[in-house]
């Protein structure tokens, strides 16, 4: 995996490049010793480690446009950061680049029941969104695994979403608005209160961004209202296939459960053994299956669901008999990747999504590729949506573990895209899925992706070696000179 090489002349005024950051962020807000520069090595994706030049801690929106400012004048690389729990490398530090970290944004704003809709700073993380408007009522919809500890900013930056996707959506899903600044400093806004705002959607493209056209600073994001009944189904299987089909059945039968999650049978023993919720540890493969609305809803839902779980053999069916064991069955898969954690020295996470249909074809080619490889793998899956989360066991100490365990992934991905899914489902692209980009898009494609992003970043200064497996120059891709505020083709109608 390969970074772009360091700017020398800018590892040369590194000490005057501080110093006038200081001047910006003064008090902590800037670090540069190299010991303190070490808890941001790497993100979540631990395999790639890189020291950044230097660290600054912003404190106001009005800082963060002045140290993009500053950078782009200097002709200096930064790559923005929440909260570092990103499985892609999205947030992986460059050795000349100033990584922004937007940690100290972590106040609630405003809170409005009455629309819906809370508006927070990008430091929040995403179950205090939750926290704040429970006593309410109300909760945040998309609950990643990490939501104890990653950032709306974050979500927002790879398009995270969670267990209760499926019925309510991934955090494009669930924004209303942003406020952004650009590379150049300057301040704009996307979106706002209104649940759908005119004109271009350009909303839609800073969600799932990944830190590339601008840094969040601020986030409208919609509130609901908590189910009036919520209840859990745990449905065990003789085999995954026999899982798989089951998910899809329930889907063709027009049943959209709240959350609708895998787990095989090593994540089973390993998630069991860590949180200890009576998870059975004779199935081959585990569905939880939530479903929430009115209370003759749910049950009638849940009597279609255990027909459809019957017919493709389930052995063992539980029915959550209140919310503390509703949340004791999804303690398990929260706690799934931690817990693997307890079986494998190391372990490689992978995001890819298929159709629901080719569930059952792709753990079989899962599996045979696991022989080839030599490496066991744990499969845990946001089954309802196709969105597969398989861990990869390896040993970092044994030489060429991590480099099979890499090949091996990138298989899975090529697997995905073969049946007709994409490279990610929430993870993001980052480093780690920036060589596959060709798979999935042709050079055109990826020709246009990079022109979005000359739109907003014509000195591509911003997170530079992500998403793209080679970036060309704006001037490369035809953007358009403008001199001395003078266009071609005056004429002609603008947006």
């Given at each position: 995996?390969?970074?772009?090489?360091?700017?020398?002349?800018?590892?040369?005024?590194?000490?005057?490049?501080?110093?006038?950051?200081?001047?910006?962020?003064?008090?902590?807000?800037?670090?540069?010793?190299?010991?303190?520069?070490?808890?941001?090595?790497?993100?979540?994706?631990?395999?790639?480690?890189?020291?950044?030049?230097?660290?600054?801690?912003?404190?106001?929106?009005?800082?963060?446009?002045?140290?993009?400012?500053?950078?782009?004048?200097?002709?200096?690389?930064?790559?923005?950061?929440?909260?570092?729990?990103?499985?892609?490398?999205?947030?992986l530090p460059l050795a000349d680049a100033v990584l922004l970290g937007m940690g100290r944004f972590k106040k609630i704003l405003e809170i409005d029941y009455e629309d819906r809709l809370a508006v927070v700073q990008p430091g929040v993380t995403n179950l205090a969104i939750t926290k704040a408007v429970e006593g309410e009522g109300f909760y945040y919809a998309p609950d990643p695994s990490s939501q104890i500890a990653c950032s709306i900013g974050g979500n927002v930056a790879e398009n995270s979403g969670g267990v209760h996707c499926l019925k309510y959506g991934l955090t494009t899903n669930n924004v209303l608005g942003v406020q952004l600044v650009t590379m150049e400093g300057e301040i704009l806004r996307f979106g706002g209160k209104a649940l759908e705002a005119p004109g271009l959607d350009l909303l839609g493209i800073i969600v799932g961004s990944e830190g590339l056209l601008g840094v969040v600073t601020e986030v409208t994001v919609r509130i609901l209202p908590?189910?009036?009944?919520?209840?859990?189904?745990?449905?065990?299987?003789?085999?995954?296939?026999?899982?798989?089909?089951?998910?899809?059945?329930?889907?063709?039968?027009?049943?959209?459960?709240?959350?609708?999650?895998?787990?095989?049978?090593?994540?089973?023993?390993?998630?069991?053994?860590?949180?200890?919720?009576?998870?059975?540890?004779?199935?081959?493969?585990?569905?939880?299956?939530?479903?929430?609305?009115?209370?003759?809803?749910?049950?009638?839902?849940?009597?279609?669901?255990?027909?459809?779980?019957?017919?493709?053999?389930?052995?063992?069916?539980?029915?959550?008999?209140?919310?503390?064991?509703?949340?004791?069955?999804?303690?398990?898969?929260?706690?799934?990747?931690?817990?693997?954690?307890?079986?494998?020295?190391?372990?490689?996470?992978?995001?890819?999504?298929?159709?629901?249909?080719?569930?059952?074809?792709?753990l079989r080619r899962m599996n045979a590729l696991s022989e080839q490889y030599g490496l066991g793998v744990a499969n845990v899956f946001h089954a309802g949506d196709g969105n597969l989360h398989p861990l990869i066991l390896y040993d970092a100490n044994k030489p060429g573990e991590l480099e099979r365990a890499e090949e091996f992934g990138a298989d899975i991905l090529r697997l995905c895209v073969e049946v007709g899914g994409v490279l990610t489902g929430e993870h993001g692209v980052g480093v780690e899925k920036r060589d596959l980009m060709p798979a999935m898009f042709s050079e055109g494609d990826l020709r246009q992706q990079q022109r979005l992003k000359c739109a907003f970043d014509p000195e591509l200064l911003l997170n530079p070696g992500k998403v793209f497996p080679s970036l060309h120059r704006c001037a490369e891709l035809g953007r358009m000179h403008v001199h001395r505020g003078a266009v071609p083709f005056p004429e002609l109608p603008r947006f």
């Open positions: 995996m390969q970074m772009p090489l360091p700017d020398q002349r800018v590892l040369a005024r590194r000490d005057e490049i501080i110093k006038a950051l200081r001047q910006i962020v003064p008090g902590e807000g800037v670090i540069d010793a190299p010991h303190e520069l070490r808890p941001y090595e790497s993100d979540g994706l631990t395999a790639y480690r890189q020291p950044p030049m230097v660290v600054v801690l912003p404190e106001t929106v009005e800082q963060v446009a002045a140290v993009l400012r500053y950078c782009k004048g200097q002709n200096i690389k930064v790559v923005p950061r929440g909260s570092g729990t990103s499985l892609s490398g999205g947030a908590k189910p009036e009944t919520a209840k859990a189904l745990l449905i065990g299987f003789p085999s995954v296939e026999a899982a798989g089909q089951c998910v899809a059945d329930t889907i063709a039968a027009g049943i959209i459960p709240a959350g609708m999650e895998m787990m095989d049978k090593p994540a089973i023993h390993a998630a069991e053994a860590f949180v200890q919720v009576g998870y059975p540890l004779d199935v081959e493969a585990l569905l939880i299956v939530e479903l929430d609305g009115p209370e003759a809803e749910c049950s009638h839902l849940i009597q279609e669901v255990e027909a459809i779980a019957r017919a493709n053999q389930a052995g063992m069916i539980r029915i959550s008999r209140d919310e503390a064991e509703r949340l004791a069955f999804w303690a398990g898969r929260k706690a799934a990747f931690p817990a693997v954690g307890r079986i494998s020295p190391d372990y490689y996470c992978m995001d890819g999504t298929i159709p629901r249909a080719k569930l059952p074809v792709v």
